[in-house]
């Protein structure tokens, strides 16, 4: 197996590195070609908007706390 770390964004060749941020709404727009349907489950879904936002850790914790109703 070969994994690289992306959170940083992803070096391609004779370019400059690609953002996490861009990558994933290059996905999200893949995905929608290939099944609309999919994409909009995805949309209901994704929690990378929260996870990759400056308080990121924060409000998925605020989120987790609220969906078990933890004090």
Known sequence: ????PIFQGVAVPNMPRISLEV???Q???TIGWIDADAAALL???D???IVSSPNGKQDIQTV???TFNIS
């Open 43 to 45: 949309s209901c879904i």
């Open 47 to 49: 929690r990378f908007p």
């Open 64 to 66: 987790i706390m609220t």
């Open 23 to 25: 990558l994933y709404l």
């Open 1 to 4: 197996m070969h994994h690289e």
């Open 27 to 29: 996905l999200i727009e």
